[in-house]
């Protein structure tokens, strides 16, 4: 079957930077859709980022101009660049995949999903 593992959480003071990266296995086709989703203490978990099969992105407003999606399908691998990191945006991240071409942050939509990473950011 199909496994989704993220690695690249961590510690870091306020407007520090992090990348994510989620290596996905156990298929040989690129998903038309990818994504981060969080969810930070007592909150629902939220969309933050999600990019189609031809590299085209959307970001939740939260973290617009901040965090960069990106994927590399040779590598079955889907990246989070974040910069200028808030408090507000300690949580655990999670990745998510679906052959859905409907492409957007819903989590309904996403068949497939990592164990998550956790983000810790302290002012």
């Known amino acids: 079957g199909v496994q989704l593992v993220e690695s690249g959480g961590g510690s870091v003071k306020a407007g520090g930077s992090l990348r994510l990266s989620c290596v996905a296995s156990g298929n040989t086709y690129s998903f038309a859709c990818m994504g981060w989703f969080r969810q930070g203490p007592g909150k629902k978990r939220e969309g933050v980022a999600r990019i189609d099969a031809a590299g085209s992105t959307s970001y939740a407003d939260s973290v617009k101009g901040r965090f960069t999606v990106s994927r590399d399908n040779a590598k079955s691998t889907l990246y989070l660049h974040m910069n200028s990191l808030k408090p507000d945006d300690t949580a655990m991240y999670s990745c998510?995949?679906?052959?859905?071409?409907?492409?957007?942050?819903?989590?309904?939509?996403?068949?497939?999903w990592g164990q998550g990473t956790q983000v810790t950011v302290s002012s």
């Open positions: 998510a995949a679906t052959w859905n071409r409907r492409c957007v942050l819903v989590q309904a939509d996403f068949d497939y």
